[in-house]
């Protein structure tokens, strides 16, 4: 695996800033290049799967839908399972579901309610951290479930969307802060 300085570059020159998507004023941080580039999708997926190790995680937790696509490759390769956190009325089973605001309106977040043996050392990925809502509501929904929230692991943080304030004392692992 290459240092993070390198590893951060490579997110740098394979991420694209798409403006105005989803909506005017927001500028999208577009990782399919990244995920296209083989060397580059390896060389992340060797960093997140390191941080697990380090942690000392059990259990790793994907958030729909780009979390899925960085969190089971890296739960993988650190020889861990995955676990999915999907939008409402996707997951079969029984499940536990978590609320939560949107710059305007409310989305919600799912579980399979006997996804997580309690006291199980999970960590929380995405893709990118703004503000910080919908991985609050994650650590919210996982730990009702009984879980051990040890850390929380995403590609980009758009720090001046001040997400850390929204989940203070947890063990939060940025690759790339913008
Ligand atoms: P938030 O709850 O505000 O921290 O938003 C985090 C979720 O929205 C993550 O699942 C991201 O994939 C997505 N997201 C928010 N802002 C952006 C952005 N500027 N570019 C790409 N994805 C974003």
């Known amino acids: ?13 394979h991420c694209r800033d798409i403006p105005d998507f989803p909506k005017p004023g927001v500028m999208f941080k577009d990782i399919t290049p990244l995920l296209a580039d083989s ?8 960093y997140l799967s390191d941080f697990l190790e380090r942690v000392g995680c059990e259990l790793v ?9 960085l969190a089971a490759p890296a739960a993988f390769q650190a020889g861990l399972g995955f676990v999915p956190l ?3 009325g996707k997951l079969p089973g029984v499940t536990l ?6 710059e305007y309106g409310e ?6 309610e006997d996804a997580i043996h309690p006291g199980t050392r999970v960590v929380i990925m995405d893709d990118v951290l703004a503000t910080g809502g919908t991985a609050a509501a994650a650590a919210d929904l996982l730990e ?3 879980a051990k929230v040890i850390g929380m692991s995403f590609l980009i943080e758009l720090g001046f969307m001040g997400g850390r304030a929204k989940l203070p004392g947890r063990d939060i692992d940025c690759l790339w802060t913008v």
Do not use: N
């Not at 579901?97 to 949107?102: G, I, K, N, V």
């Not at 989305?107 to 399979?112: D, G, K, N, T, Y």
């Open 107 to 112: 989305a919600s977040l799912e579980m399979h």
């Open 144 to 146: 009702r479930a009984g």
């Open 97 to 102: 579901r978590e609320s939560y605001a949107l």
């Open 86 to 88: 999907r939008k409402p």
């Open 61 to 69: 937790v994907g958030i729909e839908a780009r979390g899925f696509i």
């Open 1 to 13: 695996m290459s240092s993070p300085d390198k590893i951060r570059e490579l997110v740098q020159s």
């Open 39 to 46: 060397y580059s999708f390896g060389q992340v997926v060797e």
